[in-house]
Nanobody, 128 residues
Framework: VQLVESGGGSVQAGGSLKLSCVAS?????????????MAWFRRAPGKNRERIAI???????TYADSVKGRFTISKDNAKNTLYLQMNSLKPEDAATYYC??????????????????WGKGTLVTISS
């Protein structure tokens, strides 16, 4: 499995960025019905890793309170690509953002925190 993030960079506070994650090796991170949970995490310097958004194969989404209403997770199954649209960015959103995937093993994706596969991350910096 390879998860490759892109789209990070530097943006002014109040601005927007859209991150992308291209996934390969779907047979490893999907179940026999093609289901998976895919998520975006972030880690800021000196802080714990935070799951900020997760999406099921059916399109159900869950967001961290810190980004709710500002960030949108989505996916294009035909392109095997996961997206994170980030609007109204704040200085505290500065972090390395990681794409992650987990084979669906039951329950709700909102309960998945320990993901199986990870990208290497893309850095987002915010200038005030």
């Amino acid at each position: 499995v390879q998860l490759v993030e892109s789209g990070g960079g530097s943006v002014q506070a109040g601005g927007s960025l859209k991150l992308s994650c291209v996934a390969s090796g779907a047979s490893e991170y999907t179940d026999s019905s093609g289901r998976s949970c895919m998520a975006w995490f972030r880690r800021a310097p000196g802080k714990n890793r935070e799951r900020i958004a997760i999406i099921s194969s059916e399109g159900m989404t869950t967001y961290a309170d810190s980004v709710k209403g500002r960030f949108t997770i989505s996916k294009d199954n035909a392109k095997n690509t996961l997206y994170l649209q980030m609007n109204s960015l704040k200085p505290e959103d500065a972090a390395t953002y990681y794409c992650a995937a987990h084979k669906y093993v039951g329950g709700y994706c909102s309960d998945y925190h320990g993901m199986e596969y990870w990208g290497k991350g893309t850095l987002v910096t915010i200038s005030s």
